[in-house]
């Protein structure tokens, strides 16, 4: 039989693929699942008893939460990236992880194929194709979603008449949970004037007291959380479990797709909203203004091209290189109160607070320079201008 790897959440895209490869292509169904954060080892054990359910010959779960952190949320946090000045990149920047994790599984048992569930109209399907074709361009590629353009009923017809009986309601929204936040699409984000509701989102608001919180940062990096010293990626789903009580990180995020279609969703991103703010505010006490300047397009960038499937591309390396050489001095930590759907940023404590220096303080004092010094340094400073409006006149 012919070997191939299935990308496999357990949803219902991906069941059909399971059945449909299995049953009417014959082929040798190895699924496998990628762990990025989300899910709870009650809901694994049940992903994998659906799949053998539906023939596949294996199911695997790949525990890949450190690596996301180590290759990919690092360096969001380090840039502080929030695309379009919302978004903080929670859903594509977990699929090229999960697309990387999943190519490497197939290279390793000798896989001669390799599906997806993803339809012809998203940017996953960019994103899935992208890495494949890149790590291993003899694998092919297929995506029954996508060639046979089914609608969803079409797919609960046609495993119900293979057996399969599970129960298929068509969900008001569509939840992708992960370490870094989970988005929430359907109904009102479909529209460009409605709010989603309250209950759309999967984390409620249970606590109205409102607490201070600490977060230290050494080299740019979280590494405890009200001094309880933990690994990052711990320290996120810890502040996440106590932030997400205060319905904190709530937002609807629009945005271009790679297809050039304007695109709506919904998330919630508590953990990493505060660690983005948090972090920023740390930098602009740590960094000079020339760093701060020049790291806010390369961050920019760096979004831009993860976001749109292109993390294999060497100039992202490069662009790793910088954010993370920025962070020498990043370190510190950040107080942050936290309220019901808000968080106010309270101020830091740094070894390198450039705020703290014994040059001067700003709009009180200055001990590194005279008055003459000071006239003749801004009359210098703006004699390009005063001969430009001299010659030509102020208009």
């Given at each position: 039989?012919?070997?191939?790897?299935?990308?496999?959440?357990?949803?219902?895209d991906?069941?059909?693929?399971?059945?449909?490869?299995?049953?009417?292509?014959?082929?040798?169904?190895?699924?496998?699942?990628?762990?990025?954060?989300?899910?709870?080892?009650?809901?694994?054990?049940?992903?994998?008893?659906?799949?053998?359910?539906?023939?596949?010959?294996?199911?695997?779960?790949?525990?890949?939460?450190?690596?996301?952190?180590?290759?990919?949320?690092?360096?969001?946090?380090?840039?502080?990236?929030?695309?379009?000045?919302?978004?903080?990149?929670?859903?594509?920047?977990?699929?090229?992880?999960?697309?990387?994790?999943?190519?490497?599984?197939?290279?390793?048992?000798?896989?001669?194929?390799?599906?997806?569930?993803?339809t012809?109209?998203?940017?996953?399907?960019?994103?899935?194709?992208?890495?494949?074709?890149?790590?291993?361009?003899?694998?092919?590629?297929?995506?029954?979603?996508?060639?046979?353009?089914?609608?969803?009923?079409?797919?609960?017809?046609?495993?119900?008449?293979?057996g399969?009986?599970?129960?298929?309601?068509?969900?008001?929204?569509?939840?992708?949970?992960?370490?870094w936040?989970?988005?929430?699409?359907?109904?009102?984000?479909?529209?460009?004037?409605?709010?989603?509701?309250?209950?759309?989102?999967?984390?409620?608001l249970?606590?109205?007291?409102?607490?201070?919180i600490?977060?230290?940062?050494?080299?740019?990096?979280?590494?405890a959380l009200?001094?309880?010293?933990?690994?990052?990626?711990?320290?996120?789903?810890?502040?996440n479990?106590?932030?997400?009580?205060?319905?904190?990180?709530?937002?609807i995020?629009?945005?271009?797709?790679?297809?050039?279609?304007?695109?709506?969703?919904?998330?919630?991103?508590?953990?990493?909203?505060?660690?983005?703010?948090?972090?920023h505010?740390?930098?602009?006490?740590?960094?000079?203004?020339?760093?701060l300047?020049?790291k806010?397009?390369?961050?920019?960038?760096?979004?831009?091209?993860l976001?749109?499937?292109?993390?294999?591309?060497?100039?992202?390396?490069?662009?790793?290189?910088?954010?993370?050489?920025s962070?020498?001095?990043?370190?510190?930590?950040?107080?942050?109160?936290?309220?019901?759907?808000?968080?106010?940023?309270?101020?830091?404590l740094?070894?390198?607070?450039?705020?703290?220096?014994k040059?001067?303080?700003?709009?009180?004092?200055?001990?590194a320079?005279?008055?003459?010094?000071?006239?003749?340094?801004?009359?210098?400073?703006?004699?390009?201008?005063?001969?430009?409006?001299?010659?030509?006149?102020?208009?």
């Open positions: 039989m012919k070997k191939l790897v299935l990308a496999y959440s357990g949803g219902l991906t069941s059909y693929c399971a059945v449909h490869l299995t049953k009417d292509k014959n082929f040798e169904v190895h699924a496998v699942s990628v762990n990025t954060g989300g899910f709870t080892k009650e809901e694994i054990t049940t992903i994998e008893q659906k799949a053998y359910q539906l023939g596949v010959k294996t199911y695997h779960n790949i525990n890949a939460i450190g690596n996301y952190y180590e290759k990919v949320i690092k360096y969001l946090i380090f840039g502080n990236v929030l695309k379009n000045n919302t978004y903080p990149l929670s859903v594509s920047a977990e699929r090229i992880i999960q697309a990387i994790e999943i190519i490497n599984y197939a290279k390793s048992i000798g896989a001669s194929y390799i599906a997806h569930g993803s012809g109209a998203g940017n996953d399907q960019v994103r899935f194709d992208l890495i494949f074709n890149t790590l291993a361009p003899e694998i092919a590629i297929i995506t029954p979603i996508r060639d046979q353009k089914l609608s969803r009923q079409e797919e609960i017809d046609y495993l119900q008449s293979h399969v009986d599970l129960t298929w309601n068509k969900a008001k929204y569509s939840i992708n949970k992960g370490l936040g989970t988005s929430v699409g359907g109904d009102e984000t479909l529209t460009s004037h409605l709010s989603l509701p309250e209950t759309a989102y999967p984390s409620q249970e606590e109205t007291s409102e607490t201070t600490k977060i230290t940062f050494t080299h740019g990096e979280p590494v009200n001094d309880h010293k933990d690994t990052p990626e711990v320290l996120i789903e810890k502040l479990t106590i932030a997400s009580k205060y319905a904190i990180g709530r937002d995020h629009v945005g271009d797709t790679i297809l050039g279609i304007k695109g709506r969703v919904g998330f919630e991103a508590a953990a990493a909203i505060i660690l983005i703010k948090a972090h505010l740390l930098e602009k006490h740590t960094l000079t203004k020339w760093q300047q020049h806010d397009y390369i961050a920019n960038w760096y979004g831009t091209h976001h749109e499937g292109l993390y294999l591309d060497p100039v992202m390396r490069d662009l790793e290189a910088m954010l993370a050489s962070q020498k001095q990043v370190n510190g930590e950040v107080y942050i109160t936290l309220k019901p759907y808000h968080f106010i940023l309270n101020g830091i740094s070894e390198n607070d450039l705020l703290q220096s040059f001067g303080s700003y709009g009180e004092m200055n001990n320079w005279s008055a003459e010094e000071a006239k003749g340094f801004i009359n210098i400073y703006g004699n390009q201008t005063k001969i430009y409006q001299n010659t030509n006149g102020y208009d």
